[in-house]
């Protein structure tokens, strides 16, 4: 299976917005502050990041996530981070975190190849 990223320029996986208000958002942080992630995309699915659970005034169960530092620290370490787990995401139940946190879902049997397959094909038009 080809990398999916190829491009030795890697500026496009982190940035630190210097000039934002709420900058540091998440303490904790010990490399570069990565706030590509501001918004992180693992919000709806399973993670293993530190978050709390919370009812709107919907009625609705939300993640806290500001505890979490994953998405943010380091440009290199947080891409890879977020990389890993939208491979193969799982929609989040609504529970809380458990203890150990989620272990990173893994594809089913042959789904490695078939997503291989699809991406040959579709290179090859």
């Known amino acids: 299976m080809e990398p999916k990223d190829t491009t030795l320029n890697e500026a496009f996986k982190g940035f630190t917005n210097r000039d934002c208000p709420f900058l540091p958002c998440h ?24 978050y709390e659970t919370y009812t709107d005034r919907n009625g609705l169960v939300r993640k806290d996530c500001s505890a979490c530092t994953l998405p943010h620290d380091g440009y290199q370490q947080s891409w890879n981070f977020i990389q ?4 193969f995401p799982q ?8 203890d150990p946190p989620t272990p990173r879902p893994r594809p089913a049997e042959g789904a490695t190849e078939a997503v291989a397959e699809a991406h040959r094909r579709h290179r090859e038009g």
């Open 84 to 87: 890993k787990w939208l491979e």
């Open 27 to 50: 303490p904790g942080v010990k490399r570069a502050f990565n706030c590509l992630f501001c918004y992180c995309p693992l919000i709806a699915y399973d993670c293993p990041g530190p």
């Open 91 to 98: 929609p989040w139940s609504g529970r809380p975190q458990t």
